[in-house]
């Protein structure tokens, strides 16, 4: 899963992002505003697709939040976080287009999906997404080198 690879980062700044999902996701729920839902694909996509320092909310973390909490060393590996976007971009995509086209059933339940995985990263630091990453690795059969004699 090369298209996930990225810098190292600062594990509390995911958790940060967590938390606004969460709030962000609470509102939808609460009420129907797809629109909201959208952008927060649209953050989720970014992070994903281009990178984790393309999040707005990375960008929030970095300039409000970080600069309060002090440096650290403790780092973790984008790759999981970056797979974890993804897989919110498509609960939220799915959510948009449900809401959009009156499937609001469809809607509620991939966004209170994507708010459970969220929450439990923000509270938690469990991550859902980077956990099936970690899983779905496992499961991958390992690739064979050319000239090998296995």
């Known amino acids: 899963m090369a298209l996930f690879t990225g810098p190292p980062v600062d594990p509390r700044g995911p958790r940060f992002s967590a938390w606004l999902t969460t709030a962000v996701l609470v509102v939808v729920l609460l009420t129907g505003w797809w629109p909201l839902l959208a952008a927060q694909a649209v953050v989720f996509a970014l992070g994903a697709f281009a990178g984790l320092r393309f999040s707005p909310y990375t960008a929030v973390y970095r300039a409000l939040v970080a600069p309060r909490l002090g440096p650290t060393d403790d780092r973790e590996d984008a790759a999981p976080l970056r797979f974890a976007q993804a897989v919110g971009f498509g609960f939220a995509l799915v ?56």
């Open 95 to 150: 959510g948009t287009l449900g809401y959009a086209t009156g499937l609001t059933g469809l809607g509620v339940v991939a966004t209170a999906a994507a708010l459970a995985a969220a929450f439990l990263n923000a509270a938690f630091g469990f991550c859902l997404g980077c956990e099936a990453y970690l899983l779905l690795n496992r499961l991958s059969i390992p690739s064979k080198k050319v000239g090998t004699t296995r």
